[in-house]
């Protein structure tokens, strides 16, 4: 039987995988009210491991307990008890035979459950698009943010930094920045939310400059073996729409300034979108082919992954390097051993993740099905 491409060997920077297959970030708003990593979830990463997975990347984790939360019983990477908290879920996905990174996140504007700050910051006093998830536990319309002065930007480089050495002394093998899907990064990126005057805002590079600066202050205060990517993305989860005004131009500022800051790779989302409907460019180009090549780093590609054909011919034909796979992974935490072994894959009930985005309500939903 032929290997499937996703089954061989990959190196991402200075980690060697068993294969091309990764666990998206997502979402699970199952810590403590404090943000200190379970049990619970010890067990649910690590059991993407014992499945097959060569690259587990957590969800996004709150960098400080000033604005950057996004959601209530999100973990962070701020205090003792979080680098405790996260020594175990380490332990286990390592025993397992997995590589963990951990997905560095500040939401900017569209926090919608933060217990440490009043009101939320961007960078300009724009209201966001859309309007807060009730899946994540948000209701009614995002409030204005606060725009972030020069101090406050500091403030923010500075969180990222101490969770990424945070993440280090916890025993991940490496991180990922969350310059992606609308949080607070992407917001600086992106031209409609970010107005400023200053070195931050207008022309692409200007707007692509804090994110630079955040992984070249990351990569300088880590070993080199210690993985730094930064994940990225045209849509938003309160814009699916969105894509970059310059289009291939636009990329060619983007991502040169993160490799040229230190990068080990790139992660292009899609945000619960196949990803052809949101990688395709002018002249039969992909967003994340351009990156490979732009770059030379490897490239994490999301968006309808598990499907076997369209993973297959993403890597053949040279658009990414690895495959993060989200719901499908949620359905098949073994999906790399089933798919080694030629076995179907269950379908991702979208119940799984109703009411709520916890793993209370997955386990709920399991002992149904059961």
């Known amino acids: 039987m032929t290997i499937h491409p996703a089954l061989s060997p990959a190196v991402l920077g200075p980690l060697q995988l068993p294969n091309r297959l990764a666990v998206a970030p997502m979402t699970r708003t199952s810590a403590t009210p404090d943000g200190v990593p379970t049990p619970e979830m010890a067990d649910y990463y690590a059991g993407f491991a014992a499945g097959g997975f060569g690259l587990v990347v957590t969800e996004g984790t709150s960098t400080d307990r000033l604005y950057s939360q996004a959601y209530l019983n999100q973990p962070g990477l701020v205090t003792a008890a979080h680098v405790e908290g996260w020594r175990e879920v380490t332990r286990q996905v390592h025993a397992n035979g997995g590589r963990i990174v951990a ?137 699916l729409v969105h894509r970059w005004a310059g289009g291939a131009a636009d990329a060619a500022v983007i991502f040169p300034a993160v490799a040229d800051a230190g990068a080990s790779y790139l992660h292009i989302a899609s945000e619960g979108r196949n990803w052809i409907d949101t990688a395709r460019l002018a002249g039969g180009q992909t967003i994340t082919g351009l990156a490979r090549r732009l770059t030379g780093l490897p490239v994490i590609v999301n968006g309808g992954m598990h499907n076997p054909d369209q993973a297959a011919q993403v890597l053949t034909d040279g658009h990414a390097d690895l495959l993060a796979i989200a719901r499908g992974a949620l359905a098949n935490p073994d999906l790399p051993r089933r798919l080694a072994e030629g076995r179907e894959l269950a379908a991702f009930d979208r119940t799984m993740l109703h009411p709520a985005v916890t793993l209370a309500n997955a386990e709920a939903w399991q002992a149904v099905r059961s």
């Open 103 to 239: 997905q560095l996140m500040h939401a900017g504007a569209i926090s919608q459950g933060n217990p440490y700050a009043d009101g939320t910051v961007g960078p300009s006093a724009i209201q966001p698009l859309g309007e807060m998830m009730p899946d994540y536990g948000g209701r009614g319309p995002w409030p204005v943010p606060r725009e972030l002065m020069a101090a406050d930007l500091d403030l923010v480089v500075e969180g990222f930094v101490t969770a990424a050495l945070n993440a280090l002394a916890a025993g991940f093998d490496g991180v990922e920045l969350h310059g992606a899907n609308g949080y607070l990064l992407d917001q600086f990126l992106t031209d409609y939310t970010n107005q400023r005057t200053d070195s931050y805002g207008g022309s692409v590079s200007n707007r692509v400059r804090l994110i630079a600066r955040i992984t070249a202050a990351v990569v300088a205060a880590v070993p080199e073996s210690f993985v730094v990517g930064v994940r990225l993305s045209q849509t938003k989860v309160n814009d």
